[in-house]
């Protein structure tokens, strides 16, 4: 059963010891608003909703697998000037030369377009503007550069929508896109962070930070990664504005450190969200096994010196601040007593009132951070924790065409098991992505397949133009709305949406 709904607001005011938190969310009214607003694309949900990406915008298309910056490349497309949709006439893996970052605001990044699919190789990929959209792309950079790549990151800027995507094989964190304003991770697989490869804290392997204000991730998967499933992280750009979080329908599967924990000074919802432990998190300690979230706050010790923040932890008095959560509808696969109960267990019981935490961790403090009721979560098509995993299983990741990775990770979390495995690690945990094979990055290009001949360069196939009574020699038809029936989506838009609409028809039953 599923549930697509919009939840009112709530003034929270919570006072424990010295601490106190407010949070004024208008929610329902802001959805009054925006209700006349086209989302990026059909189904678009959670906060990021409204991104409009690179509509109206120029076209550019990738042509080139090199990362020279040359006409054709993926570097220069996203150096171009003004809003813009990137297409792909290319499938296979660019292997970066240097980490790659967006550049001007307002833009999209249709990975849907190539016939077989792209990822990005070898350095780190990050979201480094406003109004942005990023689909159906990979992310797997491994421990070639010696750098410390996450796969995916990202922070502080606002209006994002990240879907369909597959990122893994990180140094530092799979998928950390967080600190953002308005923003929506949906839908994508994170999996297999190294764990001993060239971070320089050493062993790490990490899941991702999640964060924001009025910030979505649904329906994603995170396998095989050790802790940070994921880390509720704050950022000071976005605490200032209130953190919200909403975290809901995804699946963990296989993590053993901390799993899911933080949120300091953060309002949270952790609804229906499906925990699956693998056989890492079965050599983990029973606490950890059954964790929803081990939530907490740090002690002045680690905040303080005489007195004033520390001077490289500037956002750290926040770190002394409960947070509030609304958490309900989770599953722990094996565990009823936790599925039944995701409180007494699943949160309170993972936390000590303890030094560590200042001895803060009190009955009214407990009672402090629970919420009666939902924060708003905008518009999210919402699942049992049941049907969730299978909507993950069948939909997560760059699913128009899975490679073997994504298979690989799909299988493993199905069957509750872990195929490969680095030297001196837990089961499911690898150093690198040489763990999994001599050649581990899947070849994506597709026999007797190519890319449409697309005569003016719109962005739009001339087969689709001639089907659709447009004129393939006219670039300027693109942005023109006369094929959506409603008026809301450009023509371009129209034919991106239409690539993938099976898989949005399906995973939203």
């Not at 990406?53 to 490349?73: F, I, N, P």
């Not at 128009?400 to 030297?423: L, P, Q, W």
Request: glycine residues 12%; negative net charge; proline residues 4%.
């Amino acid at each position: 059963m599923k549930r697509k709904l919009v939840y009112g607001c709530l003034l929270i005011m919570v006072a424990v010891g010295m601490m106190s938190f407010s949070y004024d969310m208008t929610g329902e009214q802001e959805a009054n608003v925006q209700e006349d607003k086209v989302v990026a694309f059909p189904g678009a949900e959670g906060h990021g909703r409204y991104t409009t990406g690179g509509r109206g915008g120029k076209v550019y298309h990738v042509t080139s697998l090199e990362d020279d910056g040359s006409q054709g490349t993926l570097r220069w497309a996203l150096k171009q000037n003004g809003p813009k949709t990137i297409v792909f006439d290319v499938a296979g893996t660019i292997r970066l030369k240097s980490e790659l970052r967006t550049g001007e605001d307002n833009l999209t990044i249709a990975g849907q377009t190539s016939p077989g699919g792209i990822c990005l190789a070898d350095y780190g990929f990050s979201i480094n503007s406003n109004n942005v959209i990023i689909r159906f792309l990979r992310f797997r950079p491994g421990e070639a550069s010696g750098k410390e790549p996450d796969g995916l990151g990202g922070c502080d800027k606002k209006d994002i929508m990240v879907d369909h995507c597959s990122i893994s094989w990180s140094v530092d964190e799979c998928l950390s896109v967080y600190g953002m304003e308005n923003s929506t991770v949906q839908w994508c697989i994170a999996s297999e962070a190294l764990r001993k490869a060239t971070h320089v804290k050493g062993a790490h392997g990490y899941g991702g930070n999640w964060g924001g204000h009025k910030a979505s991730y649904h329906h994603n998967l995170i396998a095989h990664c050790e802790s940070r499933v994921p880390r509720l992280g704050p950022r000071p750009s976005t605490l200032a504005l209130g953190e919200c979080v909403d975290i809901r329908n995804n699946v963990f599967y296989n993590w053993a450190g901390n799993g899911c924990y933080g949120g300091e000074d953060q309002h949270v919802n952790i609804v229906n969200n499906y925990y699956k432990p693998g056989p890492a998190t079965k050599q983990a300690s029973k606490q950890v096994q059954y964790r929803i979230a081990k939530v907490g706050v740090y002690p002045k010790s680690y905040v303080y010196v005489d007195g004033e923040p520390k001077k490289n932890l500037a956002f750290q008095p926040y770190l002394q601040k409960w947070g509030t959560f609304y958490i309900d509808g989770n599953k722990i696969e094996g565990n009823n007593k936790v599925t039944a109960d995701n409180w007494t267990d699943g949160i309170y019981a993972q936390l000590k009132n303890d030094a560590k935490v200042d001895f803060l961790w009190t009955e009214e403090a407990k009672e402090a951070i629970r919420l009666k009721e939902p924060l708003d979560f905008g518009v999210i098509t919402t699942y049992s924790a049941d049907k969730a995993y299978e909507q993950v299983m069948n939909f997560a990741g760059c699913s128009n065409y899975r490679d073997e990775v994504d298979k690989r990770i799909i299988s493993d979390t199905r069957k509750g098991k872990a195929t490969f495995t680095g030297e001196g690690n837990k089961p499911g945990f690898i150093n690198s992505p040489k763990d999994t094979g001599d050649s581990p990055w899947p070849e994506l290009s597709i026999a007797g397949f190519s890319a449409p001949v697309d005569s003016d360069g719109d962005g739009m196939p001339d087969e689709w133009e001639i089907k659709n009574g447009l004129d393939l020699n006219n670039p300027a038809d693109g942005n023109t709305k006369t094929k959506d029936p409603n008026g809301q989506y450009t023509n371009l838009e129209v034919y991106l949406n239409s690539l993938v609409q099976n898989i949005v028809n399906a995973q939203n039953k």
